[in-house]
């Protein structure tokens, strides 16, 4: 099993991230960097990861670890690098992965407990539209976009995913649902970020960007063909 983290100047968290992640699950954690202008690569591989340059983009950071995973990895898991995403609950969502049970599992923020503040009003908004949307189209009801996910390595490579910004995540929910994949959403205990900066919440132009994307992926899947199963 692989581990990605995609970051961007998250110097301050990304080394607790890291470490959180248990030694089961840790055996190849790929730090994929957007061109940070901190010490989030220095602090990543002390703490044991490969790093990579992965260019701008979130989906492409995405798309650059998993293709870094290791020949043996089965499973590829994401999370972000904030310290928001409870890493040392990995085994909820990889497990079932691992087992050959499902396809992909998704972390749900809004079926677990958030602190107060973790998720702004529209975040959770989005995520309910979204799980509407998906379920109209596909029959698979989603109630988040949460970045802590894993799914199968082959299953993912035969998605097929383009989106190289913030629509990777919905993208791989639409054509996994469209494909008739096994999914489940599993609620996991969510955080604030542990320090630094959101790049989408922490701004009104970061938070249009990335739906203006996430709006757009989902017009494109719609209408779009189907992967193979």
């Not at 248990?22 to 202008?37: E, K, N, Q, T």
């Not at 995913?161 to 913030?166: G, H, S, V």
């Amino acid at each position: 099993m692989s581990v990605v983290i995609p970051t961007l100047d998250e110097g301050e968290t990304i080394g607790a991230v890291l470490r959180e992640i248990p030694r089961a699950y840790a055996g190849d954690l790929i730090v994929a960097d957007g061109g940070s202008r901190d010490d989030t690569r220095a602090i990543a591989g002390a703490a044991g990861a490969r790093v990579i340059e992965a260019g701008r983009g979130y989906g492409r950071a995405c798309a650059a670890g998993a293709a870094a995973a290791r020949p043996e990895s089965r499973v590829v898991a994401f999370l972000d690098g904030d310290g928001a995403d409870r890493g040392d609950l990995i085994a909820r969502i990889a497990d079932p992965v691992l087992r050959g049970e499902r396809d992909l599992v998704l972390a749900s923020r809004t079926r677990g407990a958030r602190e107060p503040g973790a998720m702004l009003w529209h975040q959770v908004l989005a995520g309910r539209l979204a799980g509407l949307g998906i379920g109209a189209l596909y029959g698979v009801r989603y109630s988040d976009m949460c970045a802590f996910r894993a799914i199968g390595r082959d299953a993912l490579a035969r998605l097929n995913l383009r989106e190289m910004t913030y629509g990777w995540n919905i993208e791989m929910q639409m054509q996994a649902a469209r494909a008739g994949y096994r999914i489940a959403e599993v609620p996991v205990p969510y955080r604030c970020r542990a320090g630094g900066r959101s790049k989408v919440a922490g701004s009104l132009t970061g938070t249009l960007r990335a739906g203006s994307r996430i709006v757009s992926t989902f017009l494109r899947v719609a209408a779009g063909p189907a992967p193979p199963p």
